[in-house]
């Protein structure tokens, strides 16, 4: 997501690089790379015209201190403007009311009841307790969707397949949240058009029933500024609280996320990164701001692991890291625990410094598959004592695993270099040596 606009802002703010100082001659090149990125990226033609006038208004005149070059205080300027432009600040979500109700409405083909899914495993992990309700009655099969997620997440799925009448399914689902303890209610709605009035009236009148705490609306960030001119229209109708942008890990501009706020004054509570049900992300507008311009967002990194790993696994492999014991069973478990966080390339790129630079890598989502095939292979006694692995005990690995000796050799010899560097770093007090 946003790998083409952040090379050309990279690109157009290199431009400076070398100027002793900001002048009109040398920034008006940069703000237009600058207004031409955007436009590509599909913002809107009048946001991204406005952006780029404030981003030189502030630029001109600023003096460049002698450790700061004009392309680092020019990144510090449009870093704080595309602040502004995402949203300034995180949008708060409120769980007012026993129980709190959400109703998720969207267009047909946005992802809400994937979703919704992913809400209540969210809100589930929060120490919550959701319902989930089925209340699209026109796409075949969305209920039993919603029922598998449900199963997937632990959330249980109130329906009623027989019942055509959506106010009355999430009225009767309201009154069995209340009677069985549930105190958050999540309502997935058909998708609709912006264009048919019978189904916005349909919405309007679920909307005016339930009387939700939130109104979210789903919109897939592919479609680029055809999202933001749908979500004017739903906007104008249901006045909903928040927006979601789904599919974000796709061949995705930006463009949406970035003009949305502007156009509907309606802040972007959520993102969805793909199919896993853990891929949802709260939206913070001054960590989406820091990863378009390849500086990264390592506390988004830190608060993934934290919510990945367990504290008590981890202060057990810890010790035995300080003590040199680290052996490969422990090695497999942490390999596991990564893979939970989400794609490589999406960690990568939270590292600062690195985002950019692996736009073009293509990474391959199941390299860890082979190492555990192997290690997976071994008896526990062999991943605890690799020395042991004699040639015979190698080939039944390989055998086993699908892999060659080879390959098993070149994971063997890696893990003891592997194992050296955190000796050595015990030695050194955890500091990595030069």
Same mark, same amino acid.
């Given at each position: ?9 990279? /690109? ?25 990125? $955007? ?32 392309? +680092? ?40 009841? !994937? ?49 055509? =009448? ?40 679920? /909307? ?24 004017? @229209?739903? @906007? ?8 979601? $942008? !789904?599919?974000?890990?796709? =061949? ?44 990264? =967002? ?25 003590? @040199? ?6 090695? $497999?478990? +942490? ?21 950019? /630079? ?22 526990? /006694? ?21 892999? !060659? ?30």
């Amino acid at each position: 997501m946003f790998d083409s606009l952040s090379s050309k802002l990279e /690109k157009a703010i290199k431009t400076l690089k070398g100027q002793g100082r900001i002048s009109e001659i040398n920034v008006a090149e940069t703000i237009k790379e600058i207004r031409r990125a $955007l436009v590509d990226a599909d913002v809107n033609y009048k946001i991204a015209k406005d952006f780029t006038e404030v981003v030189k208004t502030k630029a001109l005149g600023q003096n460049v201190l002698t450790s700061i070059s004009p392309g +680092q205080l020019l990144t510090k300027i449009v870093n704080d403007e595309l602040v502004t432009l995402l949203g300034g600040q995180q949008a708060d979500f409120n769980f007012i009311g026993s129980p709190a109700v959400i109703l998720i409405a969207g267009l047909q083909g946005s992802g809400k009841t !994937t979703f919704t899914g992913k809400l209540g495993k969210f809100i589930k992990s929060k120490g919550r307790q959701p319902l989930l309700v089925a209340c699209d009655i026109y796409r075949p099969a969305a209920i039993n969707q919603l029922k598998v997620l449900g199963e997937q997440t632990g959330v249980e799925v109130y329906s009623e397949p027989e019942s055509k =009448d959506p106010v009355s399914i999430s009225k009767n689902a309201i009154a069995y949240a209340k009677e069985k303890g549930f105190n958050v209610v999540i309502i997935d709605t058909a998708g609709r058009l912006s264009i048919d009035e019978t189904m916005m009236t349909e919405i309007y009148e679920v /909307k005016k029933a339930v009387n939700p705490t939130e109104t979210l609306f789903v919109v897939d960030a592919m479609t680029g500024q055809d999202a933001v001119n749908t979500a004017k @229209n739903f @906007n104008d109708r249901l006045n909903f609280d928040g927006v979601v $942008l !789904t599919k974000m890990d796709g =061949d995705t501009r930006g463009g949406a996320a970035l003009s949305i706020k502007s156009v509907v004054n309606k802040p972007v509570k959520f993102v969805s990164n793909g199919e896993k049900l853990d891929a949802l992300d709260v939206f913070y507008p001054e960590r989406m701001a820091g990863r378009i311009l390849g500086m990264g =967002d390592i506390v988004s990194l830190v608060e993934r692991a934290q919510a990945t790993f367990d504290a008590d696994e981890s202060a057990r492999i810890q010790k035995k890291i300080s003590k @040199n014991k680290f052996d490969f069973g422990d090695f $497999l478990s +942490q390999l596991q625990q990564i893979k939970k966080m989400g794609s490589m390339k999406d960690l990568m790129a939270m590292i600062p410094g690195i985002g950019n /630079k692996i736009k073009d890598l293509d990474v391959d989502e199941n390299a860890f598959k082979g190492i555990e095939a192997m290690i997976l292979s071994m008896t526990p /006694k062999e991943r605890s004592n690799p020395e042991i692995l004699n040639a015979s005990r190698k080939a039944r690995i390989s055998k086993g695993s699908g892999k !060659t000796v080879v390959e098993l050799n070149k994971l063997l010899t890696q893990f003891e270099g592997m194992k050296k560097m955190m000796k050595t770093m015990n030695s050194m007090g955890g500091k990595l040596p030069r």
